[in-house]
Nanobody, 124 residues
Framework: QLQLVESGGGYVHPGDSLRLSCAAS????????IGWFRQAPGKEREAVSC????????DYVDSLKGRFTISRDNAKNTIYLQMNSLEAEDTAVYYC?????????????????WGQGTQVTVSS
């Protein structure tokens, strides 16, 4: 059974940090590209970043560059999203998504496997 499970979300204050985890089961990350997406209330789902099996990463949101870092741990079959200097605008449900490809994509329709999402709330 192919499955992605996110964890690590929570309620934090502006300037705080969180690390989201995406644990994969049923398939190996070395064969897939994994993307992080987020959806804020009333907004469309947007791509945040993506990482390939060979650790080439792509950031899709200019305002997140330098604050968010995607990484992977093949031994744990897990993808991480380190989020620093969080802002209220980062409040959203964060999803990880996988596709069996050697390349990344910002199109959510390119991903066949999705986690349930984890809520990140940034508020003073």
């Amino acid at each position: 059974q192919l499955q992605l499970v996110e964890s690590g979300g929570g309620y934090v204050h502006p300037g705080d940090s969180l690390r989201l985890s995406c644990a994969a089961s049923g398939f190996s990350l070395i064969d897939s590209a994994i993307g992080w997406f987020r959806q804020a209330p009333g907004k469309e789902r947007e791509a945040v970043s993506c990482i390939t099996h060979w650790s080439s990463s792509t950031d899709y949101v200019d305002s997140l560059k330098g604050r968010f870092t995607i990484s992977r741990d093949n031994a744990k079959n897990t993808i991480y999203l380190q989020m620093n200097s969080l802002e209220a605008e980062d409040t959203a449900v964060y999803y990880c998504a996988g596709r069996r490809s050697h390349t990344c994509s910002s199109d959510d329709q390119a991903y066949a496997y999705w986690g349930q999402g984890t809520q990140v709330t940034v508020s003073s």
